[in-house]
């Protein structure tokens, strides 16, 4: 089954905190099947399905699996039109984003405030969907939101029309992108739209909008400052932003923030640090670089999620590096080295589910394994690879990837096997051993004791820095004093002097 589009279109009561109406799917079976799958959370009430406009029987189960059986079988000739009619009172959110679900918040005038996260929980738990990474609808998705009067609806893609009753306004949204399931989510809220306009580096004019609460308006302005200087930095390195045809979005939420398509949720209260000299807002620049690595970049199975969090990661740390230079890098990768784990790899798998794959290393390791990455190639041959796979259609839009694609670009790229140099990262919780053996009193042994192959270490010997290769067989070098062995740390490792 391939899913081609979805159209959400339901009532929001922020009294009740219910939801009510329907959702069509249009998709395409490949072999002709009398029943097709849904996921949708169990705890909201399916009243009437269709298929092609005829009404067929299912069943809902507590597994949150929608069955509906048709009376012959469905043809695989052309799309396939299923609306599903439920509603009832959406999950909870207990701890958005991480744990999600609905959040119905108060702002500061007691105005519903509601978000919609769901990255971990997948999109069934409010609307029926085919629940895996792997199956984004190709021709996008329509989100048709009702709510009171007087509050506004953000969400992906470009907004239609808003059409008022006497006591409700309807948004519609469409977004003509393939959308991860957790992306196609909505916010509600007493909102102010601020604008701005952006020129990408392919020379587009790209509209920047921010929807944030009234109470916030003053703020909203700079806060796209910020978010152009980001998006100029990103560019720079991974290609024009990728939702060019349709917007920048943010939207204030009341969780910390999450990487909705084209409508970042921007939760971190206007908090600034400095870099270059220039106020910076982490959460904001790290969600906006998921716009590459997330949206546009999506890795086949939650198994390979250090793809996206990693590599958008190593996009904060390059952020810093653009403003502050490559010194700054360093210290900040360093930092990240400090903070590694290495309880669980990375990779622990090929088809596991989200919440197994979900621990810290996949950012921080993950960034510091592209640094390390980079220092193994070089600038002249890492960055054009980062920037083909944020770039190339093999990867990105409508195809996704997986570690596996990682290395075999890169390793193509370089005309090296990085296959050792992936796994030994990705797949185990091993740091690098390096033995360093006194063999006369100016002469020392340095060899890589626990990874097959060679690799270029920087070794300081009296006082001059070389770089090296080393392997398992080893080098002397000649110094006066015990010699530094990777200072700047472009890897993780265990220097052992013996
Ligand atoms: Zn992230």
Request: hydrophobic content about 35%.
């Amino acid at each position: 089954m391939d899913i081609r589009h979805y159209t959400v279109a339901l009532n929001v009561d922020p009294v009740q905190q219910s939801i009510d109406g329907y959702t069509e799917i249009d998709l395409k079976l490949i072999a002709p099947s009398n029943v097709i799958l849904l996921d949708l959370w169990h705890g909201l009430t399916v009243r009437q399905v269709y298929v092609n406009g005829k009404k067929e029987s299912f069943t809902h189960t507590e597994d949150d699996l929608l069955t509906i059986t048709g009376s012959k079988p469905f043809a695989t000739a052309k799309n396939i039109k299923v609306k599903v009619e439920y509603g009832g009172l959406p999950g909870v959110a207990v701890k958005p984003p991480w744990t999600g679900g609905f959040q119905w918040s108060k702002d500061e005038h007691g105005n519903p405030w509601i978000a919609v996260t769901c990255q971990s929980e997948g999109a069934k738990i409010y609307f029926p969907c085919k629940d895996h990474p792997s199956d984004e609808p190709n021709e996008g998705a329509d989100m048709i939101i009702t709510v009171p009067k007087g509050l506004s609806v953000a969400a992906p893609g470009l907004l239609k029309k808003v059409t008022n009753s006497k006591t409700t306004s309807t948004w519609h949204w469409k977004t003509n992108y393939t959308i991860s399931n957790y992306c196609i989510v909505f916010n509600v809220g007493k909102y102010t739209k601020i604008t701005r306009s952006y020129t990408s580096v392919d020379g587009n004019k790209i509209p920047m909008e921010f929807y944030v609460l009234e109470e916030h308006a003053d703020k909203g302005q700079h806060e796209l400052e910020i978010l152009e200087r980001t998006c100029h930095v990103l560019e720079k390195y991974f290609g024009e932003y990728p939702w060019a045809k349709e917007k920048i979005g943010l939207a204030e939420t009341p969780h910390l923030g999450m990487e909705h398509q084209s409508m970042i949720a921007y939760g971190n209260k206007f908090k600034y640090t400095k870099v270059g000299g220039e106020d910076f807002d982490w959460l904001l620049t790290h969600e906006f670089g998921h716009e590459w690595w997330a949206n546009k970049v999506t890795n086949k199975d939650w198994a390979h999620m250090w793809i996206q969090e990693g590599i958008c990661s190593f996009g904060d740390a390059l952020y810093t590096r653009e403003l502050e230079g490559e010194q700054s890098y360093l210290k900040r990768m360093q930092q990240t080295a400090r903070n590694v784990q290495n309880v669980k790899p990375m990779v622990q798998g090929d088809e596991i589910d989200s919440d197994q794959v979900y621990q810290g290393d996949i950012y921080g390791k993950g960034a510091f394994f592209m640094h390390s990455l980079r220092f193994v190639l070089g600038d002249s041959i890492f960055f054009p690879t980062l920037k083909k796979l944020a770039t190339d259609s093999k990867y990105t839009y409508d195809n996704f990837v997986t570690s596996d694609d990682v290395e075999k670009l890169f390793s193509a790229a370089s005309g090296k096997d990085l296959k050792p140099f992936f796994d030994f990262h990705l797949r185990t919780t091993n740091k690098l051993e390096i033995d360093v053996k006194q063999v006369k009193e100016d002469q020392y042994k340095i060899t890589l004791l626990n990874f097959d192959g060679t690799l270029p270490i920087e070794i300081v010997a009296d006082g001059k820095m070389t770089k090296r290769d080393i392997d398992k067989t080893g080098i002397t070098v000649t110094s006066k004093a015990w010699p530094q062995i990777d200072p700047n740390v472009y890897y993780l490792k265990k220097v052992i002097l013996e």
